[in-house]
């Protein structure tokens, strides 16, 4: 007599189990889809589709970066390098070009070439605007220096003014003031500035 309700209650059971069974997976389903979750990606597709952090750091020519003139154009040096010319070719230039002095406003006072304007390359971007009041870029011929062939403002400068300001005529004279005071000055006299313009900053803000 006890056979039936055994078998009764074996039914229940696996009914029980059965049901527990579809109910947990319909509440995992719709636990599932209420926290968004989905298949882990691989590493080569983690931030696909995202902004992704530059390594590039920059530099003198980019502007931004370390350049000192500010707004960026193309990169410097993808740029044609400006002509190179000796002091010898300078001097031939000087009655149409203008010398440009790319070192400190304090280093030209010390001493420049004779005839020489001052644009500091640390203050380019905060005196380009009164320079090219005096100096058109359509007409201008300008070469611009800088120490010697180890320092790179003046060819940085050249190619700025060249790319960004659209100079037609700028040269580049590589072995700078040194060149001239070994070729001109002897190297231990001091420069004669009588009659010369005035630098373009005063201050001594690009010191």
Same mark, same amino acid.
């Given at each position: 007599?006890n056979?039936p309700?055994f078998r009764?209650?074996?039914?229940r ?5 059965a049901?527990s069974i579809v109910?947990?997976i319909a509440?995992d ?5 209420a926290i968004?979750w989905?298949?882990?990606e691989?590493?080569g597709?983690?931030g696909?589709?995202? &902004?992704? %952090?530059s390594?590039?750091t920059?530099? /003198? ?5 370390? +350049? @000192? ?8 040096d993808e740029?044609?390098p400006p002509q ?5 070719e300078a ?10 002095d790319?070192r ?6 010390a ?8 644009? &500091?390359f %640390?203050?380019?971007?905060?005196q380009? /605007? ?5 100096? +058109? @870029?359509d007409t201008?011929i300008l070469?611009v220096?800088?120490?010697n062939?180890?320092?790179?403002s003046?060819?940085?400068m050249?190619r700025?003014?060249i790319?960004r ?5 700028v ?15 002897g190297?231990n ?6 009659g010369l313009?005035?630098p373009?900053?005063e201050?001594?803000?690009?010191k």
């Amino acid at each position: 007599m006890n056979t039936p309700i055994f078998r009764i209650l074996a039914v229940r059971g696996a009914l029980i189990v059965a049901l527990s069974i579809v109910l947990g997976i319909a509440l995992d389903s719709v636990h599932t889809s209420a926290i968004g979750w989905r298949q882990p990606e691989s590493a080569g597709d983690v931030g696909a589709g995202e &902004p992704q %952090a530059s390594n590039d750091t920059g530099g /003198a020519d980019s502007v931004g970066g370390n +350049d @000192p003139v500010g707004n960026a154009g193309d990169p410097l040096d993808e740029i044609d390098p400006p002509q190179s010319v000796t002091w010898e070719e300078a001097e031939a230039l000087l009655e149409q070009a203008t010398l440009v002095d790319a070192r400190s406003a304090a280093a030209y006072r010390a001493g420049h070439v004779p005839g020489a304007v001052s644009l &500091p390359f %640390a203050a380019f971007e905060h005196q380009i /605007a009164g320079f090219m009041q005096r100096f +058109d @870029p359509d007409t201008a011929i300008l070469i611009v220096y800088c120490d010697n062939k180890t320092c790179a403002s003046s060819d940085t400068m050249a190619r700025i003014l060249i790319s960004r300001y659209n100079y037609r005529n700028v040269l580049h004279m590589p072995g700078g003031y040194a060149e001239w005071r070994q070729k001109e000055a002897g190297g231990n006299r001091p420069d004669q500035h009588g009659g010369l313009p005035p630098p373009l900053d005063e201050g001594d803000a690009a010191k």
